[in-house]
Antibody, heavy 120, light 108 residues
Framework: EVQLLESGGGLVQPGGSLRLSCAAS????????MHWVRQVPRKGLMWVSR????????TYADSVKGRFTISRDNAENTLFLQMNSLRADDTAVYYC?????????????WGRGTLVTVSS | EIVLTQSPGTVSLSPGDRATLSCRAS???????LAWYRQMPGQAPRLLIY???RRATGIPDRFSGSGSGTDFTLTISRLEPEDFALYYC?????????FGQGTKVEIK
């Protein structure tokens, strides 16, 4: 069974940093592209970032470019999102998601999410 | 970026009814790369359809997707209790990969 388990969320002040982690199991992690998608509570979904299977290619939404960094450790089956210079509008539940296949950019497995709150 | 507009915002139906949800794009979606998700309360979204009409693994055949260009439809042939939820469309053709604002299917 595919499992994705996020951790690292919490309350942080504007301008602060957080590092999210996602532990993957139940599938060959190193074969799949992975993404982060966020959802403002009771509102819509926004794609944040993606990384290819080998970790050599990344893409970001304009609103997080230059502030967030996606990475992965295939030996440890873990996906990361380093978030710097956080703003109030980054407040959301962050989901770790698996791509259907290399470059399909649709998401067939989701974690339960981790809540990030940016507030003073 | 491609803006997706879903309609209706909310639809009220009964178990066993047929549901038809619409998703319209602000520009043509290349290769009809349009996906649908269901989000039940307190849960993460679940992929139902991708590539406009391909059912994801484990999705029952009461879910079907159709459409091309800028107009797409998700049809649920007979609503089950777990289908009363939020539904989102998402285009997976062009960066940034965007979602619609959602349609809520509620019990009449």
């Amino acid at each position: 069974e595919v499992q994705l388990l996020e951790s690292g969320g919490g309350l942080v002040q504007p301008g602060g940093s957080l590092r999210l982690s996602c532990a993957a199991s139940g599938f060959p992690f190193g074969n799949y592209w992975m993404h982060w998608v966020r959802q403002v509570p009771r509102k819509g979904l926004m794609w944040v970032s993606r990384i290819n299977s080998g970790g050599t290619g990344t893409t970001y939404a304009d609103s997080v470019k230059g502030r967030f960094t996606i990475s992965r450790d295939n030996a440890e089956n873990t996906l990361f999102l380093q978030m710097n210079s956080l703003r109030a509008d980054d407040t959301a539940v962050y989901y770790c998601v698996r791509d259907v296949g290399a470059g399909w950019y649709s998401f067939d497995s989701w974690g339960r999410g981790t809540l990030v709150t940016v507030s003073s | 970026e491609i803006v997706l507009t879903q309609s209706p915002g909310t639809v009220s139906l009964s178990p066993g009814d047929r549901a038809t949800l619409s998703c319209r794009a602000s520009q043509t979606i290349t290769d009809n790369y349009l996906a649908w998700y269901r989000q039940m309360p307190g849960q993460a979204p679940r992929l139902l359809i991708y590539g406009a009409s391909r059912r994801a693994t484990g999705i029952p055949d009461r879910f079907s997707g159709s459409g091309s260009g800028t107009d797409f439809t998700l049809t649920i042939s007979r609503l089950e209790p777990e289908d009363f939820a939020l539904y989102y469309c998402q285009q997976h053709a062009t960066s940034p990969w965007t979602f619609g604002q959602g349609t809520k299917v509620e019990i009449k």
